[in-house]
């Protein structure tokens, strides 16, 4: 079952089962995907739809802070909630420690062993290899380390 089959079946599930959030989470992702689609005007494989929701649990991320300032624990609560949902539908990430890896691999390969000016070479050639894989920042937070 593809990607966007599942999503329609746990739709239509959170549909029958009342579950507002779920349902409500489920058709933003649908909404977003159907845009890209779209505005594009092609057929979205699974591959192409993760990086899609991977923004959506992003998006989330980041207004998680803005929430967590103002106070707002009903929100934070209900995008923790999303954030969960989302993250169903997207490939398990790697750990740091496997990300580290990465990074001492590549940067080996490159002939990289150190230096701050080395940091953008280093950080495309690993987002290329984890992409979808491993979080952006934790990415930043190995590549970081390793050249430090």
């Given at each position: 079952?593809?990607?966007?089959?599942?999503?329609m079946?746990d739709?239509?599930?959170?549909?029958?089962?009342?579950?507002?959030?779920?349902?409500?989470?489920?058709?933003?992702?649908?909404?977003?995907?159907?845009q890209h689609?779209?505005?594009?005007?092609?057929?979205?494989?699974?591959?192409?739809?993760?990086?899609?929701?991977?923004?959506?649990?992003?998006?989330?991320?980041?207004?998680?802070?803005?929430?967590?300032?103002?106070?707002?624990?009903?929100?934070?609560?209900?995008?923790?909630?999303?954030?969960?949902?989302?993250?169903?539908?997207?490939?398990?990430?790697?750990?740091?420690?496997?990300?580290?890896?990465?990074?001492?691999?590549?940067?080996?390969?490159?002939?990289?062993?150190?230096?701050k000016?080395?940091?953008?070479?280093?950080?495309?050639?690993?987002?290329?290899?984890?992409?979808?894989?491993?979080?952006?920042?934790?990415?930043?937070?190995a590549v970081?380390?390793?050249l430090?």
């Amino acid at each position: 079952m593809g990607l966007k089959d599942k999503l329609m079946a746990d739709l239509k599930e959170a549909m029958k089962e009342h579950d507002k959030v779920r349902k409500d989470t489920i058709s933003f992702a649908r909404a977003a995907i159907k845009q890209h689609e779209v505005d594009n005007r092609v057929e979205l494989s699974d591959e192409e739809i993760i990086p899609i929701l991977a923004k959506q649990v992003k998006m989330r991320k980041d207004a998680l802070a803005d929430f967590e300032k103002a106070g707002r624990a009903d929100l934070v609560e209900a995008y923790n909630e999303e954030i969960k949902i989302l993250e169903g539908y997207l490939p398990e990430q790697m750990s740091l420690e496997e990300i580290k890896k990465v990074v001492a691999d590549s940067a080996k390969s490159l002939g990289i062993d150190g230096g701050k000016q080395n940091m953008g070479k280093l950080m495309g050639a690993v987002m290329g290899k984890l992409k979808g894989k491993a979080d952006g920042n934790a990415v930043r937070e190995a590549v970081t380390e390793y050249l430090s």
